[in-house]
């Protein structure tokens, strides 16, 4: 069954702190992607991988394929990174890379 | 460039109603995936369009249907309306429809059936 568990649930952290998110799902996909939704609703895609690392800014993404995992970390948050965090998978067994298991996502708040 | 665009932003239909919803993707772009979010479910894949095709389909009732027009806009149509239906339904597009094609998502449309 194709699925993905997202922890923590809540996350609250003081500026400045590291951040870290973690995904976890049940078989082999095509690619993991991970999620920012501000309030309002809009998403916006901040990474898609299917192996090693990625970094963008402050963010880091990593993938283990092989425990099937995928961390999501934030260096030096700011008050800005608060927002739902959700990560997808796009799963082999799918019949597009586009349908996408989401999991149940992150709500990081980050004090000033 | 603009992004996805998704109309209208917000909209309110009584039970028993139809609604459609609109998506035009990115300028270029040829895949369009729709994606329905409940409070309750969260965010799930309803179907995918590419070059006017469905290439997938969620697991959602046949009341929920779509279409893709030939400058790759979409819409999606839902019909006899159920209040389990409110939800925010947000579409992405992406370039091509293969796996290491980044998607791009649109702001959402909110919808509430009352």
């Known amino acids: 069954k194709n699925e993905v568990e997202q922890s923590p649930q809540n996350l609250t952290a003081q500026e400045g702190e590291f951040i870290t998110i973690n995904c976890s799902y049940s078989v082999g996909i095509s690619a993991l992607h991970w999620l920012q939704q501000h309030p309002g609703g809009g998403i916006v895609s901040l990474f898609m991988?299917?192996?090693g690392k990625k970094k963008h800014g402050r963010l880091i993404a990593t993938i283990n394929i092989q425990e099937k995992h995928s961390s999501l970390h934030i260096t030096a948050s700011h008050p800005r990174d608060s927002a739902v965090y959700i990560c997808a998978a796009g799963f082999l067994s799918s019949g597009s890379a586009r349908q996408l298991t989401f999991g149940s996502g992150t709500q990081l708040t980050v004090l000033p | 460039k603009a992004g996805v665009t998704q109309t209208p932003r917000y909209l309110i239909k009584t039970r028993g109603q139809q609604v459609t919803l609109s998506c035009s993707p990115i300028s270029g772009h040829r895949s369009v995936s729709w994606y329905q979010q409940t409070p309750g479910q969260g965010l799930q894949f309803l179907f995918e369009y590419f070059s006017e095709t469905q290439r997938n389909k969620g697991n959602f009732p046949g009341r929920f249907s779509g279409r893709q027009f030939s400058n790759s806009r979409s819409e999606m149509n839902v019909s006899t309306l159920e209040l389990g239906d409110s939800a925010l339904y947000l579409c992405?597009?992406?370039?091509?429809?293969?796996?290491?094609?980044?998607?791009?998502f649109g702001q959402g449309t909110r919808l509430t059936v009352v």
């Open positions: 992405a597009s992406s370039f091509s429809e293969g796996q290491d094609t980044e998607a791009f």
């Open positions: 991988l299917s192996s």
